[in-house]
């Protein structure tokens, strides 16, 4: 089981949104791989609907879309990627997403969640909370850029780090050399809605990483 690339271009700057409409801002100042996770807030068509527009905005952009989630809608659309988180990458059917030809990505939270997803060969390992999260509850112990760093060293995948990245952190992420991708939540919005200039900044901090 080995699942594809996400290409050779690093993740860079990976904003989660929870909204398909808020990808087209994104994609117009350079974002070039985003995440919708929507959670509870559509059901049934609603949701299906939503899921169709985000791909079909990634696709006029030629980003790189992983829904989170909804594994089932992301085969029948042909989404480009998927994220699970641990207790999802248990009840999903793997193969059938490797089957379908899309990518996986999933989260870690520890060393031994780590070996765990990487007995499933997946396209990238997010790593965190690499600090206090913003927008959700801590859940699990900070794991700090030297823990980051340590724990990538056994990776031989590419790394997103998330979790209570801002841009007054940001470079300490990066001199780890440990990542390939940012995710961020809430410091790319401004009162709920994408802003572009914040979003640029995050960019311009993030510099060429490789």
């Given at each position: 089981?080995?699942?594809?690339?996400?290409?050779?271009i690093?993740?860079?700057?990976?904003p989660?949104?929870d909204?398909?409409?808020?990808?087209?801002?994104?994609?117009?100042?350079?974002?070039?791989?985003?995440?919708?996770?929507?959670?509870?807030?559509?059901?049934?068509?609603?949701?299906?609907?939503?899921?169709?527009?985000?791909?079909?905005?990634?696709?006029?952009?030629?980003?790189?879309f992983?829904?989170?989630?909804?594994?089932?809608?992301?085969?029948?659309?042909?989404?480009y990627?998927?994220?699970?988180?641990?207790?999802?990458?248990?009840?999903a059917?793997v193969?059938?997403?490797?089957?379908?030809?899309?990518?996986?990505?999933?989260?870690?939270?520890?060393?031994?969640?780590?070996?765990?997803?990487?007995?499933?060969?997946?396209?990238?390992?997010?790593?965190?909370?690499?600090y206090?999260?913003?927008?959700?509850?801590?859940?699990?112990?900070?794991?700090?850029?030297?823990?980051?760093?340590?724990?990538?060293?056994?990776?031989?995948?590419?790394?997103?780090?998330?979790?209570?990245?801002?841009?007054?952190?940001?470079k300490?992420?990066?001199?780890?050399?440990?990542v390939?991708?940012?995710?961020m939540?809430?410091?790319?919005?401004?009162?709920?809605?994408?802003?572009?200039?914040?979003?640029?900044?995050?960019?311009?901090?993030?510099?060429?990483?490789?």
């Open positions: 089981m080995k699942f594809p690339k996400c290409n050779e690093p993740l860079g700057i990976y989660i949104v909204r398909a409409y808020k990808l087209k801002p994104l994609y117009e100042v350079g974002i070039t791989t985003a995440q919708l996770r929507t959670k509870d807030a559509f059901k049934g068509q609603e949701l299906e609907n939503e899921v169709i527009e985000a791909i079909r905005i990634s696709e006029a952009y030629n980003a790189r992983f829904l989170n989630d909804f594994w089932e809608l992301g085969i029948k659309h042909k989404v990627g998927i994220h699970l988180g641990q207790e999802d990458i248990q009840e059917d193969k059938a997403i490797l089957d379908a030809g899309i990518r996986l990505g999933i989260s870690t939270h520890t060393p031994k969640e780590i070996d765990i997803a990487l007995g499933f060969e997946p396209s990238y390992l997010a790593i965190g909370p690499i206090i999260p913003i927008s959700k509850k801590l859940e699990y112990d900070t794991v700090g850029p030297e823990d980051l760093k340590s724990w990538a060293k056994n990776v031989d995948y590419p790394i997103v780090a998330i979790g209570g990245i801002t841009i007054e952190n940001i300490d992420v990066v001199n780890t050399q440990a390939s991708g940012i995710a939540i809430s410091d790319v919005l401004e009162n709920g809605e994408v802003s572009k200039e914040r979003t640029l900044a995050l960019i311009n901090a993030l510099g060429n990483i490789s």
